[in-house]
């Protein structure tokens, strides 16, 4: 069942914001001096804003980052940035992570770029085309027989068994600086938005999976705009309300795994770093079923007249359709009453992938 949560204290500042000032600066002079990284697209969906009754609605559209479908490359970029800074030693060492997918992918990337070997754990049921398109950028890829949290424990006892650098996403104890550079990383995409709007959202839907994104995009807005940073909101499947149920409960907390088609953000638990921002800069939780973001890749690769086509996958697709939710359904009331939600309102989402699971999509949208 869909459902929500608000948050009591309205746009609060977090006292840890998780990623520092300084490691934001950080961010923006390694991207900034890459001028051959190209922005991707910020694009004004007039048409779904004329139909959610709202004044506009922004997509950032990350589907086509560096050739690799999906934003998970701005935050593993960055961490190998960072790792290279720190290396007392020359040799080139196996990293390994785990992964529904795209950051996996991501991870294989930066790992032959940098010369790195790279081993991917990828959770039981993985669809084939992300096995291959990581398998393609030259790691060794494990198709597990367990889940994806599963796969994060059988990674931790690999990489301490054969000495393997770890680069994860998520933190757990005694593990959190990779994680938080990876977090960073993905903060770029709020400095490019930046240049490219015309004002400040006022309220910003993103996906929540683990939380980073999540807590970069909260900490970034909080972190340059204040109290008067935009209404935001994370948005999950409602098989995976891990962010939901924590914020719920007031600690990180642990959610049973149950399947989706928005398998990127199939997640059990929370990345522990990201309570602070989650619990003081995070306005609400959503979470909507499969057939939102079902209908939200359909809108964005069959537009209405005048709004871009726009390919995006199933997790990619969830901050549309969570924005569709939030304004069509009942339960959400609370919500769209506290962002303000309405015909002067500007309103950003974030396309995080293209068609990482073709089969999926054309099933969905069509050939």
């Not at 050739?67 to 960072?82: D, E, P, Q, S, W």
């Not at 950028?137 to 690999?158: F, H, L, N, P």
Request: net charge negative.
């Amino acid at each position: 069942m869909e459902a929500a949560w608000l948050n009591p204290r309205e746009r609060c500042i977090p006292t840890d914001p998780v990623i520092s000032s300084k490691e934001l600066g950080l961010v923006e002079a390694f991207y900034g001096a890459r001028p051959e990284l190209k922005p991707t697209p910020l694009h004004r969906l007039r048409g779904i804003a004329e139909e959610l009754s709202l004044g506009e609605v922004l997509i950032k559209d990350e589907s086509s980052r560096f050739g690799l479908n999906a934003f998970k490359i701005l935050g593993v970029l960055y961490a190998f940035h960072r790792i290279m800074e720190s290396r007392v030693s020359n040799e080139a060492p196996i990293v390994v992570c785990a992964s529904a997918g795209n950051h996996g992918r991501a991870v294989a990337w930066a790992a032959r770029e940098f010369g790195f070997t790279a081993r991917v754990y990828l959770p039981v049921g993985t669809a084939p085309a992300r096995v291959d398109a990581i398998a393609n950028e030259g790691a060794d890829v494990v198709v597990t027989d367990v889940g994806y949290e599963g796969s994060i424990r059988r990674v931790v006892r690999d990489a301490r068994r054969e000495g393997w650098l770890i680069i994860s996403d998520t933190s757990w104890p005694g593990y959190d600086e990779v994680p938080r550079w990876i977090m960073a990383g993905y903060t770029w995409m709020m400095a490019e938005g930046q240049a490219q709007w015309s004002s400040v959202p006022d309220v910003v839907i993103v996906q929540g999976g683990v939380g980073g994104l999540v807590c970069a995009g909260a900490s970034w807005f909080a972190q340059h705009h204040g109290t008067s940073r935009p209404f935001f909101i994370a948005a999950e499947p409602t098989v995976a309300p891990c962010l939901l149920e924590s914020a719920r409960i007031g600690r990180p907390t642990v959610v049973p795994e149950h399947d989706t088609m928005m398998a990127c953000l199939k997640c059990a638990e929370i990345s522990p770093i990201i309570w602070p921002v989650l619990a003081d800069a995070v306005d609400a939780v959503v979470t909507i079923d499969d057939e939102r973001a079902a209908w939200a890749m359909r809108r964005l690769a069959h537009p209405l007249a005048g709004d871009p086509e726009i390919v995006a996958g199933a997790s990619g697709a969830c901050g549309l359709g969570a924005l569709q939710a939030i304004m069509s359904h009942d339960v959400f009331q609370s919500v769209r009453d506290s962002a303000n939600l309405g015909p002067q309102s500007s309103v950003l989402v974030v396309n995080t992938e293209g068609a990482t699971d073709p089969t999926l999509y054309r099933s969905i949208v069509g050939d």
